[in-house]
């Protein structure tokens, strides 16, 4: 069973930034696998942010491009989202997933965005 350990959201005011962390444990030897983000508003639908394969291949939704990066440390089983120039829109609870054989969620971290 993987586990996926999720820090670094907060209140943040417009135009301001906030790295996202999420740790995964328990996971076994795959050929490719994903990290990604994906985000939800009470009485919304998850909707994808971003995630990266075990290659390096990028993808960004297109309201957070070239304010967001994704990153991911293969070593320590990490992926980080550096939020930039946020927005209030922005403000959901962010949850990460890992993506091997299946999917796996983290318990989600709010993120505050205030106007």
């Known amino acids: 069973q993987v586990r996926l350990v999720e820090s670094g959201g907060g209140l943040v005011q417009t135009g301001g930034s906030l790295r996202l962390s999420c740790a995964a444990s328990?996971?076994?030897?795959?050929?490719?696998?994903?990290m990604g983000w994906y985000r939800q508003v009470p009485g919304k639908q998850r909707e994808f942010v971003a995630a990266i394969t075990s290659g390096g291949t990028q993808s960004y939704a297109d309201s957070v491009k070239d304010r967001f990066t994704i990153s991911r440390d293969s070593a320590k089983n990490t992926v980080y989202l550096q939020m930039n120039n946020l927005k209030p829109e922005d403000t959901a609870v962010y949850y990460c997933?890992?993506?091997?054989?299946?999917?796996?969620w983290g318990q989600g971290t709010q993120v505050t965005v205030s106007s």
């Open positions: 328990g996971s076994r030897p795959f050929s490719i696998t994903v």
């Open positions: 997933k890992y993506t091997d054989y299946a999917g796996y």
